[in-house]
């Protein structure tokens, strides 16, 4: 019997999947947030995860590493109510065993939870943890585990391995850490730069020459693939590696064997390959850059590395570790490292990675040589000033959305206001009513005025909310509110054509448009404008509207509503 943790926010869903789940036999548990998912799991074993995309502190997709850390590990199964191929990429990226769309068959909702149950059940049990090298790796976040996990794969065999990441985030030092955990770890470890070699000699680099094969041959050199032979061939930035000399190590590859220039025998090499590069091999393979049989051979082992913005909480040791070891470099004293240059260095986005972060703690060691700790100020300008500038931005534009939700609440309340104050009007009967000289505000347009439009509460009750009238085109005002007004100083100034249009408005009465249709037209133009004014994004959306994210979901849906 399995243990299934349901995360999701909406009740009816997550009852019905319960009852499902319970209906085979296994044992489910309902939480609403990643915040309770997360306190469960210290609690619980959990062997399977049902995972909304969308919740109400974050998004899924983004914390199933966490979630896959906790205890019994389990296999995260997400589910999404609109279902993209980038969604689906980066929840398989990040360790998903599935991605499926809430509103499938119960059938393929429960089909992964029936094969990852029977995974779990027929995978080897492990006597304690694999104990690894490090080699230099740092860290033990969620991200890191993850690739450690790999690491042990990789050095279980002699399967090519292709690692993925950003520049800087210590693609050779994961190389090195599968090459010393192998069977190969007493052999050479070769690492090759294809993005430095040059394309003229790259075959004699590769596969060496023999004496008098070229001008400036004057005797025989042995290429670094024969070097790795018994270790490790480690290829970095492979998608450098020149169109002609990936044919070429294709068959290297496939027979281990090669011929030095100008020779006419072949050698014998017996190496494991493995690869790295910052770049996306599938979109070169479409553009015609690299070839799609090498890719297939290289491919076996996959290690996509996190860059260091992803790793917050490895800061600290990172720091304290590459800080002692540069006050060694230079014979200084160990140095101790201030709170504020923690908060810092976490503000700070990394785009170098780990070789950005050990190149400014050395300019930040030597600056402090004179002092016992490290503080922020001893950072370089540039990453203070980033770091301050982006500060000043976000208070900017979270000043801008409370003034604006703030301007839209007025106005808000003041057209409810006017709404209540012009319905107690139409209370009493026109013909006992003194003729106005002027339009009631709502249809006296001079400036731009809110036109109130009905949002549906948690409760079920509507409330008001507004659109402005300068959005809104004359014509669809008219044919809400009857025809003779203006867009604009609509203000009737002589007593006939006042007279005029109030008749036009006991018309329009008897003619008003059924409530759901007004409302349905209401809450369409009400999402549109929103979505405008939001620029697309859910998140500012939710802030200006007062929605939840799931409620904003499906109303966009219903409606028909772009994002």
Known sequence: MARVLIIDNDPVFSETLASIVTGLGH????????REA??????????????????????????????NAMRGHPEIIVMTGTPTPDGAEKAIRNGAWDYVEKQSSVDRLVLPLIRAIDYRGKRPTKNGAVKLKRSGIIGDSAGIKKCLALVAEAASSDASAL???ETG?????????????????????????????SRTLASSI??????????????????LVAQANNGTLFLDEVGELPLAMQKIFLRVLQEHKFRPVGARTEKISDFRLICATNRSLDEMVARGTFRSDLLFRIRTVVMALPPLRERADDLPRLIEHYVKQLCGKYGMPAKGISPDLLDLAKEYSWPGNVRELIHTLERAVLAAKDTSKIFSRHLPDHIRINIARAAAD????EEKQVSEHNGAFCALSEAENNTENYTAQLATSPVEQESPRHLPPQFAITTPAPMVVPRQNSDGRFTSNVQWAEDIPPTS??????????SENSVISDKESTNSAIEDVQISATSIKPFFEFRDEAFSQYLQNLMALSEGKVATACKLSGLSRSYLYDLLKK???KK
């Open 27 to 34: 044992r489910s548990k309902q939480v609403k947030s990643l």
């Open 38 to 67: 997360f306190i469960s799991g210290r609690k619980h074993y959990t062997d399977i995860v049902y995972l909304n995309t969308q919740l109400p502190d974050g998004s899924g997709l983004l914390a199933i590493a966490q979630l």
């Open 163 to 165: 690692l993925l990441g």
């Open 169 to 197: 985030v210590g693609k050779e030092v994961f190389a090195r850490a599968v090459h010393e955990n192998s069977l190969r770890a007493t052999g050479p470890f070769v690492a090759v730069d294809c993005a430095s070699m």
């Open 206 to 223: 590769l596969f060496g020459h023999q004496k008098g094969a070229f001008t400036g041959a004057d005797k025989d050199r042995e290429g």
């Open 394 to 397: 976000k208070t900017q534009r």
């Open 477 to 486: 005002i008219s044919s809400q509110f009857g025809t003779g007004y203006q």
């Open 559 to 561: 409606h028909s509503v």
